[in-house]
């Protein structure tokens, strides 16, 4: 950023000033490499690797924000948790890897029935936990929920079949 720039004046101060310019690039250099780095790992210890949900750390976070919001401003913070139903199934007749897709398809659909500010995770397996932020009543959880188990129900693909996904959701 602040470099001394060439052209260099002859002999030993040149070549000092040289040698300061490429350490000053190189620092430069391994601070963009570092907070790159930083970010990575920020990420990693906040989003599931595989759907890109919150995980449970962040889920934890999120969760003890909107209870503070809620408690302040006299609303209601949501928690649903879902659990699909016969996965297990899936994964054994269709393979691991089409059971990671319909994790990733589900994490999608999740996403979409939900607002901007509400929070989606993955525990594991499975499992998945939604964060409803900011809600006027307890019982508007209910029309999420419905939402939620109609997204699931829509057709997806899968290794070559359609199928529909069902869900336990409370």
Known sequence: KDLITAPYPNGELGGVMAAVDRMALSLAQQRTELERTTEALRHQASTDALTGLANRNLLTDRLNQALIYAHRARRVAGVLVLDLDRFKTVNDSLGHNQGDVLLQTVAQRLLACVRE????????????????????????????????????GEP???GGHAMTVGASVG
């Open 117 to 152: 500010g509400d929070t989606v995770a993955r525990l594991g397996g499975d499992e998945f936990v939604l964060v409803l932020s900011d809600m006027a009543l307890a019982s508007d959880l209910l029309a999420v929920a419905l939402d939620i188990l109609r997204a699931l």
């Open 156 to 158: 997806m693909q899968l």
